[in-house]
Every structure is written in C-alpha cells, then in structure tokens.
Nanobody
Framework: QVQLVESGGGWVQPGGSLRLSCVAS????????MAWYRQVPGKQRELVAI???????NYVDSVKDRFTISRDNAKNTVYLQMNSLKPEDTAVYYC????????????????WGQGTQVTVSS
C-alpha cells in the first residue's frame, strides 16, 4: 500500500515564505508526474504546479515567479517552495502523484495527500 504524507503548512504573514513537502511511501514501483493543488471553501480544487518525471515544471499564472516545485526522486518526495505569499494564497494544499506500485507495476493510478492548511494573513 502506498500513501502520501504532507508537511510544511502553517500561518505566515504576507510576503513570507513556506515550504511544503510530500513524501510517497510504501510499495512503489514508479512515479510519474507530481503536482500540488489547492482548494478554498466553496471553490473547485485548482492545479498550482506540476512537475514531470524528468523535471519539467508548469505553474498556474497566479503563482509564477513566486512558487517553485521540485522533486527528489531518490526520496520519492515533491516540494513546493512558496515565496512572496499573498492572502489569496490561503488554501488547503494537496499533493497529487501519478504512480504504480509493485503489485501492479504496469498500472498507473493517482493518489492524493491528506492536505495541509496554508494561511497568509497579518
């Protein structure tokens, strides 16, 4: 069984920084794309950033030049470095991973983390 565990959320003042981490553990065969989403109450979950297995990344326009997604394949971990945070970045952040496990190595599926709250306010 594979699970994702997120950490790094919290409260920060506008202009501050936070770093989110998401570790995949268990019987992992391979990991493809890794991504971060966010959601505020009453709104749809939004893709924030995504990174491919070979390190190519893409961002929603509202976080470009402020957020950086990265991954450590040896540690099955994806990070989201968030700088110059704004109140509108306040949300629950979820990691999302496309992976295959050792039981069915040819069948890729999507897994979600439990979510971590990020609050930006003065």
């Amino acid at each position: 069984q594979v699970q994702l565990v997120e950490s790094g959320g919290g409260w920060v003042q506008p202009g501050g920084s936070l770093r989110l981490s998401c570790v995949a553990s268990g019987s992992i065969s391979s990991i493809n794309e890794m991504a971060w989403y966010r959601q505020v109450p009453g709104k749809q979950r939004e893709l924030v950033a995504i990174i491919t297995s070979d390190g190519k990344s893409n961002y929603v326009d509202s976080v470009k030049d402020r957020f950086t997604i990265s991954r450590d394949n040896a540690k099955n971990t994806v990070y989201l470095q968030m700088n110059s945070l704004k109140p509108e970045d306040t949300a629950v952040y979820y990691c999302n991973v496309d992976l295959a496990d050792t039981h069915y190595p040819d069948e890729e599926y999507e897994l979600w983390g439990q979510g971590t709250q990020v609050t930006v306010s003065s």
